[in-house]
């Protein structure tokens, strides 16, 4: 019983720590963006004597995009889907995006807008709305700064440095790396690469955990190999949260029916990164209408993500949607959606995915699910 208690707390220990000198939210930075876009894909097929009783596929693309600079902000998600049972297709695609211009330099305080449209199956009308409000808090990408700490896990690992680099080189490190389109755009895409390896390549020079030689050709190749995800793939590092609240204007429905009247919304989000491996995402939002209604009705859409880097090349990933909706003198209607997943890097931004899921909506039977499927990152 002592060796198994023993084990566990190491393993805690091996979890909880840092063993560089640098932590995620050290990244402060004026300016922080990021872009990303991801196909998911799958499909069965099965027969039983000559018919044919399941060809199914289904696919998904997302886009993620945000820009977060002092005055001023920006997000844009495109969440499309698709796919066909048989010979039956659908599809659903969303576009939300949002603005939020801060009040004050030195303060979190925003107004924003935000407009989100929607598309699925033979509707011949796009459902859209406007909201408009106010907020507090501010968002954070430091997949740089992981980058840079990754690249540093190699280089001592290899032997390549001596000592653990100092918290303001990786800082310094994850700037250049923020850089790449200036240098792009300076020395061109055909020679930029050299220019940008020498820039990080100096500033472990300026560190006693270097000699004059530089990294080498071993250092150079570990390098590529983390900012272009060779053989390994960097998850988005995002800390910080932000609160909102404002009024929702319906602009106009899937159906063409009444766009009824405007709704408080009221919705948040925090990333936690737990440490270099785990990173934590949550978010709420909830939605009632300004009438007669109010809190007698209300829509409730939340969900948390896990994220745990068990190694380069696997990700253990696991993700909880809750929904829920309350009309006037009506049970509240729940939905619960739980997936868990082992991504396997293989190459080229490809990842091997294994997922198994559990869905309940309402009185209806839990349906359970399990799926091998590729995932592919194109950005």
Do not use: C
Not at 28 to 55: E, M
């Amino acid at each position: 019983m002592k060796n198994v208690l023993t084990a566990i707390l190491l393993m805690f220990v091996s979890v909880t720590t840092f063993p560089q000198n640098v932590q995620v939210d050290d990244y402060q930075v004026p300016i922080s963006q990021a872009r990303s876009l991801r196909f998911d894909g799958s499909w069965n097929w099965s027969q039983t004597g000559d018919t044919v009783t399941s060809n199914n596929g289904t696919g998904t693309f997302l886009y993620r995009q945000f820009y977060s600079s002092l005055p001023f902000a920006w997000f844009l998600n495109v969440d499309a889907s698709g796919g066909k049972n048989l010979t039956i297709y659908n599809h659903n695609v969303k576009v939300d995006v949002s603005f939020q211009k801060y009040i004050f330099d030195d303060a979190d305080w925003f107004g924003f807008t935000r407009v989100t449209g929607q598309h699925a199956n033979n509707y011949k009308q796009i459902a859209s709305d406007l909201t408009v409000g106010f907020g507090y808090g501010r968002y954070i990408n430091a997949t740089a700064l992981a980058k840079a700490v990754r690249i540093e896990d190699h280089l001592w690992r290899d032997n390549v440095i001596l000592l653990r680099l100092p918290k303001e080189t990786l800082i310094n490190i994850a700037n250049i790396i923020e850089r790449e389109n200036e240098f792009v755009v300076i020395y061109g895409l055909s020679t930029y690469e050299t220019y940008w390896f020498e820039a990080i390549e100096n500033e472990i020079l300026k560190t006693d955990a270097l000699d004059e030689t530089g990294v080498g050709s071993l250092g150079i190749l570990r390098i590529r190999q983390v900012l272009f995800g060779i053989n390994e793939r960097v998850n988005e590092r995002y800390y910080g949260w932000d609160v909102k609240t404002g009024i929702l204007f319906p602009l106009t429905t899937l159906d063409k029916s009444a766009i009824g009247n405007p709704n408080m919304s009221i919705s948040a989000r925090y990333s936690w990164p737990i440490n270099w491996e785990l990173q934590l995402n949550s978010n709420a939002e909830v939605f009632t209408p300004m009438d007669s209604s109010f809190m007698k009705q209300y829509q409730v859409r939340a969900g948390v993500d896990f994220i745990y880097e068990l190694s380069n090349r696997v990700n253990f990933v696991s993700g909880y949607r809750l929904g829920m909706i309350k009309l006037p003198n009506q049970p509240t209607l729940s939905s619960h959606d739980l997936n868990t997943s082992f991504w396997y890097y293989l190459e080229n931004n490809i990842y091997l995915t294994i997922t198994a899921g559990f869905t309940k909506q309402g009185d209806n039977p839990r349906v359970l699910k399990s799926f091998i499927g590729l995932q592919y990152n194109l950005i």
